[in-house]
């Protein structure tokens, strides 16, 4: 750490001065004085450091107002990378973005993670490595997305209902044991909502539900650019509502009746096997490879099989039950639909939609718009990057690290200022 760390009060203020350029709110000097209130000594001295470490350069002149035109400033995003992963039951992504969130490459692995922590860890490792020599860059941050609640203050799974031998195993305590950089770790579906609330299209800024179906069910709400984590990072699980008293219908976490034992991927499979000889293309693909999978279903649905069709049909109406719930208690203005669901094709989505709309309420749905995830199955590494960006370029944490040019050796700090904040 720089032999003059600055005060909290002046690193506050150097980390507002650069998040107002990075944010778009402030883009000249004269604004920058305006916005803040400071003299226009310490704001040009402020800003000149940024544009010293490589954080802002000088652009255009501004368009005149009359006066002297001023200088526009630009947040250079090309000046440092993140270095983001989505950790699922059966996969893992792992991309590289730049700091506004634009990605430059991402790796895919299918992959079982259950019981698996380390081992995990090792496949995302190798992915980063190969990603790093691909775009020649090195991490500042890590932002991690998990299939699973987490404690976001330590980076620790909470006794995650599809990941066992998860529990309580910290994502940020492996990285940083091989990598001098700060660490962020999340439940996946949080992420996948950031990443559609900044990045997904259209991009209205208003309150956003994200709904993911897959193998599993899952949701998380973003409100003015924050994530709701809840108490206990468990916001969002509603794959463990329960949805039927049907004994039978036992839930991988132990519970019966769950919304995801009836409408997740794994809980179609469950029950689609069993009835595999009312359908020709299911006995085939069952007989030839000797089990079904979620996308065996949902290749069923999209041809016409009108077993998994009424199946996956009958799943997208219950989610959208569910949802609309949610839409008239939270009352966001969009809800999008994510999850490998989309991928079955347009019959799902439209019977979600038409669900919903026709279930909430009539206030609630006045405004709404609902439509399906936009970031070709990336919104969650996107929402991953974001986040570490996010909490890497909070005011006093900016402030921290910005007289060294990278938040690298800073990651304890940073970690404990963005929990302390509460930063998204």
Request: charged share 20%.
């Given at each position: 750490?720089?032999?003059?760390?600055p005060?909290?009060q002046?690193?506050?203020?150097?980390?507002?001065?650069v998040n107002?350029?990075?944010?778009?709110?402030?883009?000249t000097?004269?604004?920058?004085?305006?916005?803040?209130r400071?003299?226009?000594k310490?704001?040009a001295?402020?800003?000149?450091?940024?544009i010293?470490?490589?954080?802002?350069?000088?652009?255009d002149?501004?368009?005149?107002?009359?006066?002297?035109?001023?200088?526009?400033?630009r947040?250079r995003?090309?000046a440092?990378?993140?270095?983001?992963a989505?950790?699922?039951a059966?996969?893992v992504?792992?991309?590289?973005s730049t700091?506004?969130?634009?990605?430059?490459?991402?790796?895919?692995e299918?992959?079982d993670?259950?019981?698996?922590?380390?081992?995990?860890?090792?496949?995302?490792d190798g992915?980063?490595?190969r990603?790093?020599?691909?775009?020649r860059v090195?991490?500042?941050?890590?932002?991690?997305?998990?299939?699973?609640p987490?404690?976001?203050?330590s980076g620790r799974?909470?006794a995650?209902?599809?990941?066992?031998?998860?529990?309580?195993?910290s994502?940020?305590?492996?990285?940083?044991?091989?990598y001098?950089?700060?660490?962020?770790?999340?439940?996946d579906?949080?992420?996948?909502?950031?990443?559609?609330?900044?990045?997904?299209?259209?991009?209205?800024?208003?309150?956003?539900l994200?709904?993911?179906v897959?193998?599993?069910?899952?949701?998380g709400?973003?409100?003015?650019g924050?994530v709701?984590?809840?108490e206990?990072?468990a916001?969002?699980?509603?794959?463990h509502?329960?949805?039927?008293?049907?004994?039978?219908?036992v839930?991988r976490c132990?519970r019966?009746g769950?919304?995801?034992?009836?409408?997740?991927g794994?809980?179609?499979?469950?029950?689609?096997?069993?009835?595999?000889?009312?359908s020709p293309?299911?006995?085939?693909?069952?007989?030839g490879?000797?089990?079904?999978?979620?996308e065996?279903?949902?290749?069923?649905a999209r041809?016409?099989?009108?077993?998994?069709a009424a199946?996956?049909?009958?799943?997208?109406?219950?989610?959208?039950?569910?949802?609309?719930n949610?839409?008239?208690f939270?009352n966001?203005?969009?809800v999008?639909?994510g999850?490998g669901?989309?991928?079955?094709g347009?019959?799902?989505?439209?019977?979600?939609?038409?669900?919903?709309?026709?279930r909430?309420g009539?206030?609630a749905?006045?405004?709404?718009?609902v439509?399906p995830?936009?970031?070709?199955?990336?919104?969650?590494v996107?929402g991953?990057?974001?986040?570490?960006?996010?909490?890497?370029?909070?005011p006093a944490?900016?402030g921290?690290?910005?007289?060294?040019?990278?938040?690298?050796?800073?990651?304890?700090?940073?970690?404990r200022?963005?929990?302390?904040e509460g930063?998204?």
């Amino acid at each position: 750490m720089s032999a003059t760390t600055p005060s909290p009060q002046e690193a506050y203020i150097h980390g507002q001065l650069v998040n107002l350029v990075r944010t778009g709110q402030a883009v000249t000097r004269p604004a920058l004085e305006q916005q803040t209130r400071l003299g226009r000594k310490v704001v040009a001295q402020r800003v000149q450091q940024a544009i010293d470490v490589g954080l802002l350069e000088d652009g255009d002149l501004a368009p005149s107002g009359g006066g002297r035109p001023s200088r526009l400033l630009r947040f250079r995003a090309e000046a440092g990378h993140v270095f983001a992963a989505v950790l699922g039951a059966t996969e893992v992504t792992a991309a590289v973005s730049t700091l506004d969130g634009t990605l430059l490459a991402s790796l895919h692995e299918d992959w079982d993670a259950a019981d698996r922590p380390d081992e995990t860890l090792e496949v995302l490792d190798g992915l980063f490595v190969r990603l790093a020599r691909r775009t020649r860059v090195e991490p500042w941050a890590f932002g991690i997305g998990v299939a699973g609640p987490v404690d976001f203050g330590s980076g620790r799974l909470v006794a995650p209902p599809i990941l066992p031998g998860w529990d309580g195993y910290s994502v940020r305590s492996w990285l940083r044991e091989r990598y001098d950089a700060p660490v962020w770790v999340d439940n996946d579906v949080n992420l996948m909502a950031l990443g559609e609330w900044h990045k997904g299209t259209p991009n209205d800024g208003r309150d956003l539900l994200y709904v993911f179906v897959d193998e599993g069910v899952g949701a998380g709400l973003v409100s003015r650019g924050r994530v709701f984590r809840g108490e206990s990072g468990a916001a969002g699980d509603i794959g463990h509502t329960q949805v039927t008293e049907d004994p039978t219908v036992v839930c991988r976490c132990g519970r019966t009746g769950c919304l995801e034992a009836v409408t997740g991927g794994w809980g179609l499979v469950r029950r689609l096997t069993a009835r595999a000889a009312e359908s020709p293309l299911l006995s085939e693909r069952l007989a030839g490879q000797g089990r079904l999978t979620a996308e065996d279903v949902g290749m069923a649905a999209r041809a016409g099989d009108p077993l998994a069709a009424a199946e996956v049909e009958s799943g997208a109406r219950l989610i959208g039950v569910t949802a609309a719930n949610l839409v008239n208690f939270v009352n966001p203005g969009t809800v999008v639909l994510g999850g490998g669901a989309v991928r079955v094709g347009d019959s799902v989505f439209e019977v979600f939609a038409d669900t919903l709309m026709r279930r909430a309420g009539t206030l609630a749905a006045q405004r709404l718009r609902v439509r399906p995830a936009s970031l070709d199955f990336r919104e969650g590494v996107t929402g991953a990057a974001i986040m570490a960006i996010e909490q890497m370029f909070g005011p006093a944490s900016l402030g921290l690290w910005i007289e060294n040019g990278s938040p690298i050796g800073y990651a304890t700090s940073l970690q404990r200022t963005s929990v302390l904040e509460g930063l998204t």
